[in-house]
């Protein structure tokens, strides 16, 4: 082949790879395992430059493990239920089963042409009776441990997709998908136990070394440690005392009010009884559950009539509102307000005008709070106003601590610890979604399925024609005989929250076609995950629900006790970024345009971006006569500095596009050269052919030395000595992510050898060394390089290079020469050279005799190793 001609390159060595079966994984206890993974796709239809860096960066640690000896599992799955393909069903009519799997197809066909090192022998979709079977199975068994469970809980409710949203559905108040407001509603709702584990997923996270810390930090806010005062309010009518939880228990003589949730149970009570409190609770229930939406939301609040007592003065008594920004779920649904030192309750309280009491200051400012609540940090030294515990200058954590301490002498108070983490609902009122195989018999009650009779599979023959869940309304799936009675019984309806799929699938992979959730021989060989790679928008939920389902799977016999902390290893990619292109319609809004559709010209110097257009075809015409002409046609497009590639501002890259015109070895290159692999990375054309221009050259260099004959000579070993550091230097970089730093070292050693005069053997070595250390990066190309030079078997398969620590040893040194403190010169050493050696031969060159001009220098510094300094 005279040219490098990517796509005859690519698919060549992806059938011979195929053909080898050399990605296929099994068992080998002559090998250490290793198992790397990317975070699943959902499959949307297209596969997105995103995709490209994510599944290339894990593909660059699977082939360098496969290559130190390693026995690699590097499989690939589908997140394939979910609202998206119900709302498509509903939108261009169809059914999700057929519009997902044939998105999977579309998808696999897509990153196939990438040339990833996955095992597909191994690769399901959450929506394959056999896997979510298996997942009802895990169910069962967790709910006969105890860590299932359910309740009525007070959730978030789309009205129009008629459905459960977790908060994080939630965005700005309104559902992700309907847009509509979202409600706040009381269903009885299944529940994972996960806040029963809460110390030690807290705790765990200190064993997490290869995890980023950002990620830990994230998951500890998450989880939410607090400690904090319990007490109960004495009502003045002789009602049920109300108990509240405060981490700010030192604040207490600062006290306005006490609130409760419209979901406590004195409101309720209220409700009940008196309309006005019916209407005010109705009008609360309206918006969401997640903290944005309360935190944002108009603050709203009633008067009960009820007042209690302040535990430290039974003289002072406090109202009692129920007010809409305070959860049931957290504490125990009732707080006090201290308004001057929490922004929340200060509005509260300047809306419904009453009392505002600072109980500190800062130590050189009495200001009164007027509209900003003064809350410094814990660790910050305050002023105290006539504190109960006789503090006068503390910081806040000691005013806590001796709060606590004084409440518990004194007998009307208790530390406590809690945590914000809540369990996880995993009820969804949604068809496209795993079954919870449980059934409801009037005589029974809630009965769980028999496990042989999974999977409870869902029904092909439903409809979208109206909102809701169609296993509501199918004529006969829900009905059933119970498995207690045999009795005529009711399915349940709802479906698992899409969240339980992705938190088992990485221990699913290690026996995929097992007919129970996981093959303890397998799971023990193959676990745990070791490098995980994925977004940092998992870095809480996705991430978290993963390791509460490791432990319920170990307590229920389905994983070993080591994969109670199922990912080893974690890297959080950044993302592909591009520019966007826009113009604006007749009314100022902006219209956008995809990367293909604009053309770049440089007028004066400047770049300029216009829309491609039948005016613009003018042969010959300069870039500045482009412009003129796409400038009078208003053809002149706005550029919007690179930003997250986007479907809706059509700043995407096709990668299928991209492949074709320049083959999937350029596409995984720019993505891995361009920027460190944990920050954005911005896609642009010109970047792209330039990955593409440099891969021709390696192509270039090798055919050349390949046909070449040059005699062995001195600068073998010049040659030799860099491929060595280049061993070193790139493996170290892929070791620790470092992909565009290996990258760079691969450059500048192709600069190397293209200019060397080394006889044909070395640079023979040289280059073949260059293939496999390309070839995690750019396998293709690496093994066309690899067969051109006569390499044994693949470049796959060939052992990883190792660096000869005694050529990374130089015998010379090269010394810069300053003269009056400006670099003139350099000279090359020995590097034991004597430094009075080392001074006459500086003083000797060209530079320093001309700028002696026959004179003798005033002074000369040699620095050993490092730099000298000639005085003139």
């Not at 705790?203 to 997490?208: G, K, N, R, Y």
């Not at 006005?276 to 944002?296: D, L, Q, S, Y």
């Amino acid at each position: 082949m005279s040219r490098y001609s990517a796509n005859e390159i690519e698919a060549k060595w992806q059938e011979a790879w195929d053909k080898a079966g050399i990605f296929t994984a099994t068992r080998s206890a002559d090998k250490p395992k290793y198992y790397v993974l990317e975070m699943f796709p959902y499959p949307s239809g297209r596969i997105h430059m995103g995709h490209v860096r994510n599944y290339t960066m894990g593909d660059v640690i699977a082939r360098y493990k496969l290559s130190t000896g390693h026995n690699v599992l590097h499989p690939m799955g589908w997140d394939a239920f979910g609202m998206p393909a119900e709302n498509a069903a509903m939108a261009i009519g169809g059914h999700p089963k057929e519009w997902t799997y044939n998105n999977i197809a579309d998808m696999r066909g897509q990153m196939k042409p990438l040339g990833l090192s996955i095992d597909w022998s191994r690769e399901f979709a959450t929506c394959d009776p056999e896997y979510y079977g298996q997942q009802q199975a895990l169910f069962l068994d967790m709910l006969e441990a105890g860590l299932v469970y359910r309740k009525n809980a007070v959730v978030n409710w789309d009205p129009v997709d008629m459905t459960v949203l977790a908060n994080e559905q939630v965005e700005n108040g309104r559902g992700w998908r309907s847009g509509a407001l979202v409600e706040r509603r009381e269903l009885t709702q299944w529940f994972f136990k996960i806040s029963s584990m809460s110390e030690e997923l807290l705790s765990a996270l200190d064993t997490l070394e290869n995890w980023p810390a950002k990620v830990r930090l994230m998951q500890e806010n998450w989880i939410g440690k607090s400690r904090g005062l319990e007490f109960a309010f004495e009502r003045t009518d002789g009602g049920e005392p109300i108990t509240v939880y405060t981490t700010r228990p030192d604040t207490l003589m600062g006290a306005s009010f006490v609130g409760i949730s419209p979901d406590h149970p004195i409101a309720k009570q209220l409700e009940a009884e008196n309309p006005k409190v019916a209407e005010f609770v109705a009008e609360c229930r309206k918006g969401g559950t997640t903290e944005e939406a309360i935190e944002t939301a108009e603050k709203l609040g009633f008067d009960t009539g009820i007042r209690v007592r302040h535990p430290l003065d039974p003289n002072w008594e406090l109202p009692v509102w129920i007010a809409n920004f305070i959860l049931m779920d957290y504490g125990t649904g009732a707080i006090f307000a201290c308004p001057a030192h929490d922004q929340r309750d200060l509005d509260f309280c300047r809306k419904y005008d009453l009392p505002v009491i600072d109980t500190f200051f800062a130590l050189d400012d009495d200001t009164p709070v007027d509209n900003v609540a003064f809350v410094p940090p814990k660790e910050q030294k305050v002023r105290w106003v006539n504190h109960f515990a006789g503090l006068t200058e503390a910081t806040g954590q000691e005013a806590i601590d001796a709060t606590i301490d004084f409440a518990e002498k004194a007998g009307w108070g208790k530390g406590v610890t809690k945590y914000r983490l809540r369990d996880w609902g995993l009820s969804r009122q949604r068809y496209w979604g795993c079954p919870i195989p449980v059934v409801h018999c009037d005589d029974c009650g809630v009965v769980p399925e028999k496990k042989e009779n999974l999977p409870i599979r869902l029904p092909d023959d439903v409809t979208f024609d109206k909102p809701g869940n169609p296993l509501d309304r199918h004529p006969t799936w829900r009905d059933c005989a119970c498995p207690c009675c045999g009795k005529p019984a009711k399915r349940e309806t709802d479906t698992m929250d899409t969240f339980v799929d992705s938190s088992w699938y990485f221990a699913r992979f290690t026996a995929p076609r097992a007919e129970t959730p996981t093959d303890l021989a397998e799971a023990e060989y193959w676990m745990n995950v070791d490098q995980y790679i994925g977004g940092i928008e998992h870095a809480i939920l996705h991430l978290l629900y993963s390791r509460f389902f490791a432990r319920a799977m170990h307590i229920t016999g389905h994983l070993p006790k080591k994969a109670c902390e199922p990912f080893d290893a974690l890297f959080t990619q950044g993302m592909v970024t591009h520019e966007i292109y826009q113009t604006r319609d007749a009314k100022g809004r902006p219209v956008y345009h995809l990367p293909e559709d604009v053309i770049e010209l440089n007028v004066d110097g400047k770049r300029q971006v216009v829309l491609r257009h039948d005016l613009l075809v003018k042969e010959g015409a300069s870039d500045e006569e482009l412009f003129l002409i796409a400038k009078s046609n208003d053809l002149v497009v706005e550029t919007v500095p690179s930003a997250k590639m986007s479907k809706s501002k059509k700043n995407v890259v096709d990668p299928v596009s991209i492949i074709s015109a320049f083959g999937a070895d350029t596409a995984r290159w720019f993505v891995l050269s361009d920027s460190p692999p944990e920050r954005d990375v911005e896609w642009t054309a010109a970047g792209a052919e330039a990955a593409h221009k440099h891969l021709s050259r390696v192509y270039r260099i090798a055919s050349e030395i390949a046909a070449s004959d040059v005699a062995a000579n001195a600068a073998d070993e010049d040659l030799l000595r860099e491929m060595h550091k280049t061993i070193r230097d790139v493996t170290n970089g892929i070791e620790s992510f470092g992909f565009n730093a290996s990258i760079a070292k691969l450059y500048a050693f192709t600069n190397t050898l293209a200019k060397s005069k080394a006889g044909t053997a070395a640079k023979t070595q040289a280059a073949k060394t260059l293939a496999q250390l390309m070839s995690p990066m750019t396998p293709h190309l690496s093994e066309e390089i690899w067969q051109m030079l006569s390499g044994e078997g693949l470049v796959a398969t060939a052992p990883w290079p190792v660096a000869d620590e005694s050529m990374l040893v130089d015998d010379t040194v090269t010394l810069p020469i300053q003269i009056n403190g400006k670099r003139r010169a350099e000279i090359t050493v020995a590097k034991d050279l004597d430094k009075a050696e080392v001074e006459k031969v500086a003083l000797s060159t060209e530079a320093v005799q001309r700028a002696l001009d026959g004179a003798s220098p005033k002074k000369v510094i040699v620095v050993p190793g490092r730099i000298v300094n000639v005085v003139v």
